[in-house]
């Protein structure tokens, strides 16, 4: 006990320390800050040669203009105060915004029209000087293009000649829909600039912007940059950055109930409820990236997606940033801390450092990803995205040629797992190269040959050793087998060198099995001759901890996958999860949850399901054991990865019948209904509400809905609307579906996560994808990638694969067609791997649970 005690104090002294010095390097910093901004290379404004007259590329801005700098003036016209009207259904607030903004540009290239974009706005009064000689140039004409390129063309009387000119206009749109009735956001990434004024919202056309906003008296407005002067509303942006990170603007109640509070002068926090882990995260993050940038952040209450990295001022949704003891999940502190660590990762590159077009948002996104773990090592579950996704031939290179990302939906398909996660493994691909344990002649490659090999090609390999005869040769890892590969594997050369290297690979002390890619640094799957693999998994079973950790994790994956595949046998992927009877660490069960996952979707509708679960619920018996001293009495483990496998424990245990989980499960939350006293700890309220609701009935889920309407608390409420969907009485998730379509229930941003919560659940999964068809317009509007890939993750038969087809050829996918396509791919695969497998896995389940 004393030593503990002494190790605390000394980790306690050591945070004080840490917390100091930061705050310290931070003001240090503050004071450098111009200094370090003109050594850090930001992405200049571009100087474009060009030649011709012709008219614009199909979707992008011709070159022959380049934009400076702007000036902007807003005015969002939100009142402070709602008048009450007798008999009057709406009240005095309205949605109009109006400004006026003027571009100075330079011109590279004679022209008679300037092109620009602009969508959803009322444009008038164009007036263009020519800044050389400060004469007006008459405008003939004004049009808007109505395709989606968003092109507004002024068409100009005389010849624009190389030189100097400026472009005004006024304008005037609305606001969307919002929740809030005195706050107004903009949230421009990555072609919603337009939509705020007329502009050239191209990442490569970076400038200054100097905005000012409009707003009542008794209302507070922000933008990216220091206000100039104390009672001004200009923002003078300072350095250049791109049109996609512009402004946010909001106006906020200042009345007495208002909750929102600057908390310190360079890091303003305006959120309620604030703790200070998420101050602390930025004051860490800040001191870990090198350089300071006078940054205010924000919690808002609807914002899609999570976070948005706009330069200075960085936006979070609520529910994703906001931490309150006692009612938060200890868990989301981890999100809190990836979600801060990536935005503020953004403010290098992607604000001060920009890539020239969409076809390589990678740069930006996976960059923002990889230092967000440089910072919080947790990186397996990014991995199992990356490859869940590259494993299909309709996935797509890192950086695809710049005319495959042209249009707003193919610009946004651009943000998904592969763009995100893949990039997590590219510095250890780049790096062997140069591996000091390579022959020189062999393995020295153009550095440009290697990134081209990972960055414009898709998939993965899967290596394969031959333990017995010494081969090693490598494939492009499809799901599919009979998709056909695009894989050039050019990179060859670089996987042999990896194994040359001793600390990726582990031999046995008996020489009877060979581990590739220890701790699984490697972005590749590993596959073994048979006599491997059975040693491997024999030594899982007798002695599992001399496997390292994140091998018994990624041995598990691979198995499945591999045998999804067709590389191996449906039944030794199911013998890897036979040691973890006695497991009790959470990577291997996050690994065996997450891949039986597939065969629950592929089987929980047939009659293969009753022995599966009997066999899981006596595998999940020992780690719900293993915790339940925890779990009876309402608390968790200090250590963060067995705060997670406490919870597998128990949503594994009770979704497959152990009654001592059930009868927990119902217990907790009568009492909570009987009390009004909520004593669940945080972190177990997700799983034991879902369960709970899912054993009752109508009583509970009102309960749960009535919590989930009443309550304040942005974490609780999420927690709520989960466990809603968990019910197995279909007409209350139908009626749970038809909330969906009512704003003041269900708010919009949340329809897609709401309706894939139902598609989840079995007895829901048919109301859900019948849902979305009849509704699609309306539900669209979220989130509809996620939309697809979460109601069409059981689609299985050939009857889904026609509807889905049909739904693909009757309806506007906009920014879901891309998944579609995956959704398509992946029910063929299904429908396959089921006719194949389907007896032989009936048939294993049936032999263990008979043992």
């Given at each position: ?5 002494y190790?605390?104090k ?6 004080i ?9 931070i ?7 111009k ?15 060009s030649?011709?007259m012709g ?11 380049i934009?400076?700098?702007y ?20 009240p005095n607030?309205?949605l ?14 004679r ?17 263009v000087m ?5 004469k007006k ?7 808007h293009?109505e ?10 009387n ?5 030189g100097?000119?400026?472009l ?11 929740n ?7 949230n421009?990434?990555?072609?919603d ?11 490569e056309?970076?400038?200054?912007f100097h905005v ?5 008296r008794?209302t507070?407005?922000?933008?990216n940059a220091?206000m100039?002067?104390e009672?001004t509303n200009f923002f003078n942006a300072?350095?250049?950055?791109t ?9 906020l109640?200042?009345?007495s109930d ?7 002068p360079?890091?303003g926090f305006l959120?309620p ?6 101050l ?7 001191c870990v ?14 914002l899609?997606?999570?976070a948005?990295e706009?330069?200075g001022?960085v ?6 940033l906001?931490?309150?003891e ?23 590159f992607?604000n001060?450092v920009t ?5 390589d948002i990678?740069?930006?996104?996976g960059f923002?990803?990889?230092m ?6 947790f990186?397996?579950?990014d ?15 890192l950086s ?7 249009t707003t ?5 651009m ?12 510095q250890?691909l780049?790096v062997?190269?140069h591996h000091p344990l390579c022959?020189q ?8 040959t ?9 998939g993965y390999?899967v290596?394969?050793?031959?333990t ?6 490598q ?8 998709s ?14 990896r ?5 990726k690979?582990?031999q046995?002390?008996n ?6 890619n220890v ?11 048979q ?13 599992p ?8 994790g990624?041995?598990?994956d691979d198995a ?38 597939y065969f629950?979707?592929m ?12 066999y899981?619920?006596?595998?999940v018996?020992?780690l719900?054991?293993?915790f ?8 968790v483990p ?15 245990a ?11 499960a119902k ?8 009390n009004d ?10 799983v034991?509400y879902c369960?709970a609701?899912?054993?009752g009935g109508?009583?509970e889920?009102?309960?749960?809905w ?8 942005t ?5 709520l ?5 968990c ?15 009512n704003?003041e229930r ?10 894939n919560?139902?598609?989840r659940n ?8 019948n ?7 309306y ?12 109601v069409?993750?059981r ?16 309806y ?8 579609v ?9 299904n ?11 009936l048939?294993?389940?049936?032999r263990?649970?008979?043992?």
């Amino acid at each position: 006990m004393a030593k503990n005690l002494y190790i605390s104090k000394v980790a306690a002294a050591a945070f004080i320390v840490l917390t100091v010095s930061s705050i310290a390097g931070i003001v240090t910093m503050i004071i450098l800050y111009k200094t370090q901004i003109s050594t850090m290379n930001p992405t200049p404004r571009p100087t474009f040669p060009s030649t011709t007259m012709g008219p614009p590329p199909v979707m992008r801005l011709p070159r022959n203009l380049i934009p400076e700098s702007y000036e902007i003036f807003l005015q969002p016209h939100l009142y402070s105060k709602i008048i009450e009207v007798v008999n009057v259904t709406s009240p005095n607030q309205t949605l109009l915004f109006t400004g006026n903004s003027t571009v100075n540009f330079h011109c590279v290239e004679r022209t008679r029209t300037i092109y620009l974009h602009s969508k959803d706005l009322t444009v008038s009064n164009p007036v263009v000087m020519n800044k050389n000689t400060n004469k007006k140039m008459g405008v003939s004409a004004v049009k808007h293009h109505e395709d989606p390129s968003n092109f507004l063309e002024i068409q100009l009387n005389d010849i624009l000649e190389q030189g100097n000119y400026s472009l005004s206009l006024a304008f005037k749109g609305e606001l969307s829909e919002y929740n809030e009735a005195f706050l107004a956001a903009t949230n421009v990434a990555p072609t919603d600039a337009r939509r705020v004024f007329p502009c050239f919202d191209e990442p490569e056309m970076k400038a200054v912007f100097h905005v000012t906003i409009i707003h009542r008296r008794d209302t507070t407005a922000l933008g990216n940059a220091k206000m100039h002067g104390e009672k001004t509303n200009f923002f003078n942006a300072s350095i250049q950055y791109t049109v996609t990170c512009l402004l946010v603007t909001w106006q906020l109640k200042t009345d007495s109930d208002n909750r929102i509070k600057d908390v310190l002068p360079y890091f303003g926090f305006l959120v309620p409820t604030l703790s200070m882990f998420p101050l602390m995260c930025v004051c860490i993050y800040m001191c870990v990236y090198i350089f300071v940038i006078l940054l205010d952040q924000i919690a808002l209450p609807d914002l899609n997606p999570s976070a948005m990295e706009n330069w200075g001022l960085v936006t979070y949704q609520e529910g994703d940033l906001l931490y309150e003891e006692g009612m938060s999940s200890l868990l989301h502190k981890e999100l809190i801390a990836n979600l801060i660590a990536h935005e503020l990762a953004h403010q290098w590159f992607g604000n001060l450092v920009t890539m020239k077009w969409w076809n390589d948002i990678w740069l930006n996104e996976g960059f923002a990803t990889y230092m967000s773990y440089y910072c919080k090592t947790f990186v397996a579950n990014d991995l199992h995205t990356a490859f869940k996704e590259d494993a299909l031939a309709s996935s797509h290179p890192l950086s695809p040629p710049q005319e495959d990302v042209q249009t707003t939906s193919e610009i946004m398909e651009m943000f998904d797992a592969i763009t995100y996660c893949k990039v997590e493994n590219q510095q250890s691909l780049a790096v062997y190269t140069h591996h000091p344990l390579c022959p020189q002649q062999r393995c020295v490659t153009q550095r440009h040959t290697v990134m081209d090999t990972w960055t414009k090609q898709i998939g993965y390999p899967v290596i394969t050793i031959n333990t017995t005869s010494g081969e090693i040769y490598q494939k492009h890892f499809l799901f599919n087998d009979s998709s056909e590969s695009r894989f050039v594997l050019k990179a060859q050369l670089m996987f042999y060198c990896r194994f040359r290297d001793s600390e990726k690979i582990i031999q046995s002390s008996n020489g009877e099995w060979i581990l590739a890619n220890v701790n699984c640094t490697g972005y590749y799957r590993v596959n073994y001759n048979q006599e491997n693999w059975d040693s491997l998994l024999t030594q899982l079973v007798t002695n599992p901890h001399r496997i390292p950790l994140m091998n018994r994790g990624q041995l598990i994956d691979d198995a499945f996958n591999l045998a999804r595949a067709k590389l191996l046998s449906v039944t030794l992927a199911l013998n890897s999860t036979r040691f973890l009877r006695t497991e009790h660490e959470y990577l291997p069960w996050e690994s065996a949850v997450r891949n039986l996952e597939y065969f629950i979707l592929m089987f929980d509708r047939s009659e293969v399901y009753g022995p599966m679960q009997a066999y899981l619920r006596e595998q999940v018996r020992g780690l719900y054991n293993f915790f339940r001293n925890y779990t009876d009495h309402s608390q968790v483990p200090k250590d963060h990865a067995l705060q997670h496998n406490q919870i597998i424990a128990i949503q594994m245990a009770c979704s497959n019948g152990l009654p001592e989980c059930m009868m927990m499960a119902k217990e907790m939350f009568a009492k909570w209904m009987n009390n009004d006293t909520n004593n669940i700890h945080p972190n177990l309220r997700s799983v034991i509400y879902c369960q709970a609701v899912a054993f009752g009935g109508r009583t509970e889920w009102e309960f749960a809905w009535n919590k989930f309407q009443s309550s304040s608390d942005t974490s609780e409420k999420e927690q709520l609307r989960g466990a809603l969907s968990c019910t197995k009485k279909i007409w209350l998730l139908s009626r749970y579906l038809e909330y969906t379509l009512n704003p003041e229930r269900i708010r919009l941003m949340d329809v897609a996560s709401t309706i894939n919560y139902i598609a989840r659940n079995v007895a829901g999964q048919a109301l859900a994808w019948n849902f979305i068809r009849a509704h699609w317009e309306y539900v669209s509007q979220g989130d509809p990638a996620m939309l697809i890939e979460g109601v069409t993750s059981r689609f299985s038969t050939q009857y889904e694969l026609e509807e889905l087809v049909r739904f693909a050829n009757d309806y506007d996918l906009g920014f879901a067609t891309r998944a579609v396509q995956q959704a398509i791919e992946q029910t063929q695969v299904n429908i396959q791997w089921v006719s194949e497998n389907k007896d032989i896995i009936l048939e294993w389940f049936e032999r263990e649970t008979a043992l």
